[in-house]
């Protein structure tokens, strides 16, 4: 090669630009739905209680992709039947901080820096003596109680913290 400064010499023509705009557009929103399923999973038969609470997107049904938030009541004879039916996809967000916060978790450390140096939220429940460490990390928790731990573990979703919560009497 004679010039290393080499240009193209046969620019894209508008039509090369409107496919490529149009991919590039494609590829966004491919990115886009990957990062939001992300905060989802599917959820197994075995977490299906009365108040658990899921996302449904009746795919049968003539109508936009569109999900909508469900609690499974014992009263709603076909909620059953509709889980079992094949014709609908069924998600659950993975817990986090806003989930957490809306039962009644306030965030203790307002430190910002510390927040990010320790990777780790600690909320307190309605000023009680009940403390919260989430670790982003690894999505592990921590429950204390008067300066004891009374729970160390996973929490995949907020119906579990929920059903958690009234076990350990923290309400």
């Known amino acids: 090669m004679e010039n290393s400064n080499y240009e193209y010499e046969h620019p894209l023509t508008e039509k090369d630009k409107e496919t490529v705009q149009q991919d590039f557009s494609n590829l966004q929103v491919e990115v ?40 499974l009541e014992l009263y709603k004879g076909e909620d ?26 306030k965030e203790t450390c307002t430190d910002y820096i510390y927040t990010i140096a320790t990777n780790k939220v600690q909320l307190r ?9 989430m670790y982003k990390e690894n999505n592990t928790f921590t429950i204390m109680y008067s300066c004891e731990c009374i729970f160390k573990g996973t929490i995949k979703n907020k119906s579990e913290l929920k059903k958690l919560m009234r076990w350990l009497n923290i309400n």
Request: with cysteine; glycine share 4%.
């Open 32 to 71: 886009n739905k990957v990062i939001e399923n992300s905060k989802y999973y599917a959820p197994s038969i075995e977490e299906f209680h009365v108040g658990f609470e899921f996302e449904i997107w009746y795919s049968c049904a003539y109508t936009p992709e569109l999900w909508e938030k469900e609690t």
């Open 125 to 133: 429940y309605n000023d009680t003596v009940a403390l919260l460490e």
């Open 80 to 105: 059953l039947n509709m889980l079992a039916d094949g014709c609908h996809q069924l998600r659950v967000k993975y817990l986090d901080q806003s989930d957490i916060e809306s039962l009644g978790w």
